[in-house]
């Protein structure tokens, strides 16, 4: 499976941006790269994903490097609610199964934000 | 109706006591899966059921055993487990046929005396 490497750890202020990097340099041509977060006490939750171009949602922006070996998550305001363990995945195929993919977890960016 | 239901939210089990984890979702999803999620550590996957077949396993101890009884419902029954299985066990299901998110549940908090 490719990789992610995120930082353990970042910080923020309210109401600024916040750029969450990745790198995942052994991305296959054929990765999606996923970005999931995960509140204290809550399962994880969705956020965005990618293939190519970058992704706009209501959550956040996801800007993918043209080489595709690196991504980032933009939160464009950050608020108090945003504070949370963000993980970046690559679907991670499985081609001797029916079900084709999965996500594999690496260990994730723990996002604090301070007032 | 766009979550995934997990009960209980908490268990506590002794390791000799069988019971069962119920995962529901009603959102059409064919593609389900059991995550483990120690404390401070990253979701594992444990199990994938696809159109209700086991798909994948992630070489779980035979003391976890999945069962996707219809396209809804996921269940781990969990027999003689040990204090090192206690976890926060994480529900999942997704789309298939396209690349799209994946919801997942609460979980259920599993705490083996």
């Known amino acids: 499976d490719a990789k992610t490497t995120q930082p353990n750890s970042m910080e923020s202020n309210e109401e600024e941006p916040v750029h969450l990097p990745c790198n995942h340099s052994?991305?296959?041509?054929?990765?999606?790269i996923h970005w999931y977060r995960q509140l204290p006490s809550q399962g994880p939750e969705y956020v965005i994903h990618?293939?190519?171009s970058n992704v706009n949602n209501r959550m956040a922006s996801l800007a993918i490097a043209e080489d595709r070996k690196s991504s980032t998550l933009i939160l464009h305001r950050a608020t108090l609610r945003d504070a949370a363990v963000y993980y970046c995945?690559?679907?991670?195929?499985?081609?001797?199964?029916?079900?084709?993919?999965?996500?594999?977890f690496g260990k994730g960016t723990s996002l604090l934000v301070t007032p | 109706d766009t979550e995934v239901t997990q009960t209980p939210k908490h268990l506590v089990m002794g390791m000799t006591n069988k019971k069962s984890l119920k995962c529901e979702q009603h959102m059409g999803h064919r593609a389900m899966y059991w995550y483990k999620q120690k404390a401070k550590k990253p979701p594992e996957l444990m199990f994938v059921y696809s159109y209700e077949k086991l798909s994948i396993n992630e070489s779980v101890p035979s003391r976890f055993s999945p069962e996707c009884p219809n396209s809804s419902l996921l269940n781990l029954h969990l027999h003689a487990l040990q204090p090192e299985d206690s976890a926060l066990y994480l529900c999942?299901?997704?789309?298939?046929?396209?690349?799209?998110?994946?919801?997942f549940g609460s979980g259920t908090r599993l705490t083996v005396v």
């Open positions: 052994t991305i296959s041509g054929t990765d999606y």
């Open positions: 990618g293939l190519t």
């Open positions: 999942a299901s997704r789309r298939t046929g396209g690349a799209g998110g994946y919801t």
């Open positions: 995945i690559l679907r991670a195929n499985y081609p001797n199964s029916n079900s084709g993919y999965a996500l594999n």
